[in-house]
């Protein structure tokens, strides 16, 4: 049985990337596991994108967290091999599908089911846009285009969503199984309804998505609703305050000891309230969110890498969570884009292969972003152009070739394969 000493040497969550320098996920090794983690005595995790763990005590078991479908199957098989007994309660961090995934599998008669109460409202936002979250899922994550008929299709109405949980909280929620006291509070970050449970006899926190091993996901490409700053901060302040001996996240590994946890996550707040900061003064300094993409840094002692979220993503999400979409120029505030000029521009400027050979003039020079919009805006004019293709296609792959952030590579991949099927039609 693995023990803790197997994952001593990475107690330090915010010192490791959630992706590797090569791009590749550390949880790989978990994936392939046949057995769980045995945290302590009571407590086993079964590592996939999305932990599941298991709390045993003397009445039966505590389910927090289910993992995605795909993998809720072999979790639930590994730590009922370890740990059989009735399930009493699942407790669910916050409604995101590697989360809730296995919500099913582990249910049995007279099993409860905790969320916090806006888990319900995060459930119908869900599933109110599914066609538009299937669509940039498979783009973020890796599945490719797919068939886009089939993801997409009409809405199912306003509240369409098969709410799984039996039990909603507004701030707190306590229950107890064989003498165990667990208490779920509301610790909203990553998502409004996100929770972490506290097992105060064992000084175990477990904050689900409100930290892990990079920079946090305040914006995410594949969209959301706003992400508040200052939530993530105070609700890891909250955690702080319990001086946990044991922090078990729903992505990478626990941490074990006050100190080591009290470093990672006081820095991993400080980081956080950093990029804040400086976004609303430059806010009311004037500037604009790209300029503010581009100069708000951490310091070298707050770096958590940028594996999964990235500063320039997190200060335009929380610019626009602040401000909204008007970016204070009267000329966009009307239906018409920009792009709406750029057929007539390109015309002026010779057509689209004068424009494309612009574009690859500066692929050649190694501005890559440069290129990309010039590409697109002689597509704009002709979209078969073959040389304009061909620099969005070249781009793309050197992008993704320098890219260590897995959701960045992963639209990357995303644009390499819409550009090919542009490609081969006749």
Same mark, same amino acid.
């Given at each position: 049985?693995?023990?803790?000493?197997?994952?001593?040497?990475?107690?330090?969550?915010?010192?490791?990337? !959630?992706?590797?320098?090569?791009?590749?996920?550390?949880?790989?090794?978990?994936? %392939?596991?046949?057995?769980?983690?045995?945290?302590?005595?009571?407590?086993?995790?079964?590592?996939?994108?999305?932990?599941?763990?298991? &709390?045993?005590?003397?009445?039966? %078991?505590?389910? !927090?967290?289910?993992?995605?479908?795909?993998?809720?199957?072999?979790?639930?098989?590994?730590?009922?091999?370890?740990?059989?007994?009735?399930? =009493?309660?699942?407790?669910? +961090?916050?409604?995101?599908?590697?989360?809730?995934?296995?919500?099913?599998?582990?249910?049995?008669?007279?099993?409860?089911?905790?969320?916090?109460?806006?888990?319900?409202?995060?459930?119908?936002?869900?599933?109110?846009?599914?066609?538009?979250?299937?669509?940039?899922?498979?783009?973020?994550?890796?599945?490719?285009?797919?068939?886009?008929?089939? !993801?997409?299709?009409?809405?199912?109405?306003?509240?369409?969503?098969?709410?799984?949980?039996?039990?909603?909280?507004?701030?707190?929620?306590?229950?107890?199984?064989?003498?165990?006291?667990?208490?779920?509070?509301?610790?909203?970050?990553?998502?409004?309804?996100?929770?972490? &449970?506290?097992?105060?006899?064992?000084?175990?926190?477990?904050?689900?998505?409100?930290?892990?091993?990079?920079?946090?996901?305040?914006?995410?490409? =594949?969209?959301?609703?706003?992400?508040?700053?200052?939530?993530?901060?105070?609700?890891?302040?909250?955690?702080?305050?319990?001086?946990?001996?044991?922090?078990?996240?729903?992505?990478? =590994?626990?941490?074990?000891?006050?100190? %080591?946890?009290?470093?990672?996550? +006081? *820095?991993?707040?400080?980081?956080?309230?950093? &990029?804040?900061?400086?976004?609303?003064?430059?806010?009311?300094?004037?500037?604009?969110?790209? +300029?503010?993409? =581009?100069?708000?840094?951490?310091?070298?002692?707050?770096?958590?890498?940028?594996?999964?979220? +990235?500063?320039?993503?997190?200060? *335009?999400?929380?610019?626009?969570?602040?401000?909204?979409?008007?970016?204070?120029?009267?000329?966009?505030?009307?239906?018409?884009?920009?792009?709406?000029?750029?057929?007539?521009?390109?015309?002026?400027?010779?057509?689209?292969?004068?424009?494309?050979?612009?574009?690859?003039?500066?692929?050649?020079?190694?501005?890559?972003?440069?290129?990309?919009?010039?590409?697109?805006?002689?597509?704009?004019?002709?979209?078969? %152009?073959? !040389?304009?293709?061909?620099?969005?296609?070249?781009?793309?792959?050197?992008?993704?070739?320098?890219?260590?952030?897995?959701?960045?590579?992963?639209?990357?991949?995303?644009?390499?394969?819409?550009?090919?099927?542009?490609?081969?039609?006749?």
């Amino acid at each position: 049985m693995r023990t803790l000493a197997f994952f001593l040497s990475t107690l330090l969550l915010a010192q490791a990337p !959630i992706e590797t320098m090569d791009g590749t996920d550390p949880t790989r090794d978990g994936l %392939n596991l046949t057995e769980p983690i045995r945290v302590t005595e009571n407590i086993w995790v079964a590592i996939g994108f999305g932990n599941t763990y298991l &709390v045993k005590t003397s009445a039966g %078991n505590v389910i !927090i967290d289910t993992s995605l479908p795909n993998h809720a199957q072999r979790h639930v098989k590994m730590l009922k091999a370890v740990a059989p007994g009735p399930i =009493r309660y699942i407790v669910l +961090t916050h409604g995101h599908g590697d989360h809730t995934g296995g919500v099913a599998l582990w249910k049995e008669p007279g099993t409860r089911v905790v969320a916090q109460k806006n888990f319900v409202e995060f459930q119908h936002y869900q599933a109110r846009l599914a066609g538009f979250f299937g669509l940039r899922n498979r783009a973020q994550f890796g599945a490719g285009i797919g068939d886009r008929a089939a !993801i997409s299709g009409a809405s199912r109405g306003n509240y369409p969503a098969n709410i799984v949980a039996t039990d909603l909280f507004d701030d707190r929620f306590e229950f107890e199984v064989g003498g165990v006291k667990f208490e779920v509070h509301a610790t909203p970050g990553e998502t409004y309804d996100h929770a972490t &449970v506290w097992i105060p006899a064992w000084k175990a926190a477990f904050p689900g998505d409100n930290i892990y091993g990079s920079f946090p996901n305040i914006y995410t490409l =594949r969209g959301t609703q706003p992400r508040w700053a200052l939530d993530y901060v105070n609700s890891l302040n909250k955690i702080l305050s319990w001086k946990p001996e044991l922090m078990l996240p729903s992505h990478g =590994r626990p941490v074990a000891g006050w100190a %080591n946890i009290q470093t990672a996550a +006081t *820095r991993y707040r400080d980081a956080i309230l950093h &990029v804040h900061d400086a976004t609303v003064q430059g806010m009311n300094d004037g500037k604009d969110v790209y +300029t503010l993409m =581009r100069e708000v840094k951490l310091p070298k002692e707050l770096d958590l890498g940028e594996g999964y979220g +990235t500063l320039a993503w997190s200060v *335009r999400g929380i610019y626009e969570g602040y401000a909204g979409w008007f970016d204070g120029n009267p000329s966009t505030m009307f239906a018409t884009p920009p792009a709406a000029i750029y057929p007539g521009l390109v015309r002026m400027a010779g057509g689209a292969s004068a424009v494309a050979g612009a574009a690859q003039k500066l692929l050649g020079e190694n501005k890559l972003l440069e290129a990309l919009h010039l590409a697109d805006a002689a597509l704009t004019a002709e979209p078969g %152009n073959r !040389i304009a293709l061909e620099v969005r296609l070249s781009a793309f792959q050197q992008m993704l070739k320098q890219s260590r952030n897995s959701n960045e590579r992963g639209w990357l991949n995303f644009g390499i394969q819409e550009t090919r099927r542009k490609m081969a039609q006749p």
